[in-house]
C-alpha cells in the first residue's frame, strides 16, 4: 500500500482500474440503463439505471471513463456535463418515488469546464443535487472507486454512507490544479497531495467517509462479491431506519467542527 499521497492519486488513475460499468455488470443483475435528463441530451460520461441486488431493486448510477481510448474520448474522461448531473437526479428522484436504494460509483477528475457546459448551468446542476439528495426518502450509499475530484464528485456523494477504495482518492482540487494556484507551478502537484488529506485514511480520519474498502483481488469475483455483501447489509439497516433524512443532516453538519485551524 503506498505511502505517499501522490503515488495513491496516480493509483487512482490507472487506466487499468475497474470503471463504474465493471462495478455495475459484476455486482447487479439485469441492469437496464435509462438516458437523458429531458432537458437536453444524453451525457455519456454518467451511466444509470435500474438493477437489482439480489433479490432488491436498486438505482445504479456511475461516472464512466471507459477503458479504451476511443471510450475515454467517448465518456469525455469521465468529466460530466450538466445534463449528466440532471439525468442522475432524475433517476434518484424516480428512486424516491418508487423507494428504490440509491448506490453511486465515483470516479471522476471533476465536472466537465467547458464553454456549453457553463452556458448550460454546470454550477447550478451540481449545486441542484447536493440540495435534493440532502432530502431523499430512500438509502443512499456513494462509493469512490478512484478520482474523486471537487464538486463533480460531490454531486453524487451527498450521502448516507461514503466508502472508498484503499486507492482512491477525494479532495477539493487535483494536486496540480491546486498547485498551480498556491506556488503557479504544476510540477509541485506532490507537495499539493501531501497538503490537501485527500487520502481514504484522511477522509476516514477527518469524519468525511464512514469505510475504507480493500483493494485485494481488485476486478476479480471475489472483489465484488465482498462490495456487494457490504451493500446488502448496509442497505438492510438503512432501509429500517425512520430518521433517514434527519442522521444525513447530521452526518454533513458534523464535518469541520473538529478542525484546528492554524494561523
Not at 121 to 128: N, P
Request: with cysteine; hydrophobic share 40%.
Amino acid at each position: 500500500m503506498s505511502q505517499i499521497p501522490y503515488d495513491r492519486v496516480k493509483l487512482a488513475r490507472d487506466n487499468a482500474r475497474p470503471t463504474g460499468l465493471d462495478y455495475i455488470n459484476n455486482i447487479f443483475n439485469g441492469f437496464m440503463e435509462m438516458h437523458g435528463d429531458r432537458r437536453f441530451s444524453d451525457d455519456p460520461a454518467i451511466v444509470g439505471g435500474i438493477a437489482r441486488l439480489n433479490d432488491t431493486p436498486v438505482t445504479v448510477i456511475a461516472i464512466e471513463k471507459g477503458h479504451t481510448a476511443k471510450e475515454r474520448s467517448h465518456r469525455n474522461f469521465g468529466m460530466p456535463n450538466p445534463e449528466g448531473y440532471r439525468k442522475a437526479l432524475r433517476l434518484m428522484k424516480q428512486a424516491e418515488k418508487f423507494g428504490r436504494p440509491v448506490i453511486c460509483f465515483i470516479d471522476t477528475a471533476g465536472a466537465y469546464c467547458g464553454i456549453g457546459a457553463e452556458e448550460r448551468g454546470q454550477g447550478q446542476a451540481i449545486a441542484e443535487n447536493l440540495v435534493e439528495m440532502s432530502t431523499l426518502c430512500i438509502p443512499v450509499i456513494s462509493i469512490l472507486i478512484g478520482e474523486g475530484g471537487s464538486g463533480g464528485a460531490l454531486a453524487l456523494a451527498v450521502a448516507d454512507r461514503v466508502w472508498m477504495l484503499q486507492n482512491s482518492v477525494y479532495s477539493v482540487i487535483s494536486p496540480e490544479g491546486c498547485a498551480s494556484i498556491l506556488w503557479k507551478d504544476a510540477a509541485k502537484a506532490e507537495d499539493a497531495a501531501a497538503s490537501l488529506k485527500l487520502t481514504a485514511e484522511d477522509a476516514k480520519s477527518l469524519g468525511i467517509i464512514e469505510r475504507i474498502l480493500s483493494e485485494n483481488d481488485i476486478g476479480k469475483k471475489e472483489f465484488y462479491d465482498r462490495i456487494r455483501s457490504l451493500l446488502v447489509k448496509e442497505l438492510g439497516g438503512l432501509s429500517n431506519d425512520p430518521d433517514l433524512v434527519g442522521k444525513r443532516y447530521d452526518r454533513f453538519r458534523r464535518m469541520g467542527v473538529n478542525a484546528v485551524v492554524k494561523e
